[in-house]
């Protein structure tokens, strides 16, 4: 089955470490897209790429970086200059304005609660 | 600059009545499409209806339908006939451009959220 994964579910992290998090999708989209969630706040964006090898910020991109070296394959590294990274991160894809004359909805994946201890 | 408001932070409604969540929006391009989106306790992102803004009708998915007035440019989300499972996050969407080959962002950005609680 097609699906959007991100793992681990639960992360934790000391202060002042690097962490990944992993984001991975089957459904061949060209779109993926990095969200960070508050309790009982909105989605704010992170990052978002259209195509591989290109990524563009979004509007909290201060304190975390990403890649696109694959199509299937978008991961999140919280740097230690993100000074509060406890959150629940959300992962999503699309299909891209880029291959199709049609707009779909963005799948989203389980999500990944980091929390800094 | 493109951006989402959704002014109701929550919202109560009796089970089987009908309840219509606010999202207002702002984007200079003509060409770009609303989403809805419910959020349960879970976490999960569950996608209800999407609106492009060359539709000439408002959307509609089963009991959500989407009250499309672009003048306005508003895109409210009616639920009808409540049910005690609809008791959830609800997320506004949208995204700049699709259709528009080259030339479209794709950044897609979210509301706040309103969060509805059914009563039975």
């Known amino acids: 089955d097609g699906g959007i994964t991100q793992s681990p579910k639960y992360l934790f992290r000391k202060e002042g470490q690097n962490v990944t998090l992993s984001c991975e999708q089957n459904?061949?989209?060209?779109?993926m897209y990095w969200y960070r969630q508050d309790p009982g706040q909105g989605l704010r964006l992170i990052y978002y790429s259209q195509i591989v090898n290109d990524f563009q910020k979004g509007d909290i991109a201060e304190g975390y970086s990403v890649s696109r070296e694959k199509k299937e394959s978008f991961p999140l590294t919280v740097t230690s200059a993100q000074k509060n990274p406890t959150a629940f991160y959300l992962c999503?894809?699309?299909?891209?304005?880029?291959?199709?004359?049609?707009?779909?909805?963005?799948?989203f994946g389980q999500g990944t609660r980091l929390t800094v201890v | 600059a493109q951006k989402i408001t959704q002014t109701q932070p929550g919202m109560f409604v009796q089970e089987k009545e009908a309840v219509t969540l606010d999202c207002t929006y702002d984007t200079s391009d003509p060409s770009y499409g609303l989403f809805w989106y419910k959020q349960p306790s879970s976490g999960e992102m569950i996608f209800l209806i999407y609106?492009?803004?060359?539709?000439?009708q408002n959307a509609t998915e089963g009991r959500y339908s989407l009250n499309f007035q672009k003048a306005r440019k508003s895109a409210n989300l009616v639920i009808s006939a409540s049910q005690l499972g609809d008791s959830a996050m609800y997320f506004c969407?949208?995204?700049?451009?699709?259709?528009?080959?080259?030339?479209?962002?794709?950044?897609?950005?979210f509301g706040t959220g309103t969060l509805l609680a059914v009563q039975p």
């Open positions: 609106q492009g803004s060359y539709d000439q």
């Open positions: 999503a894809s699309s299909m891209g304005s880029l291959s199709v004359m049609v707009d779909t909805e963005a799948f």
């Open positions: 969407a949208m995204r700049e451009g699709p259709g528009n080959y080259g030339g479209a962002t794709n950044k897609l950005i």
């Open positions: 459904l061949n989209h060209d779109a």
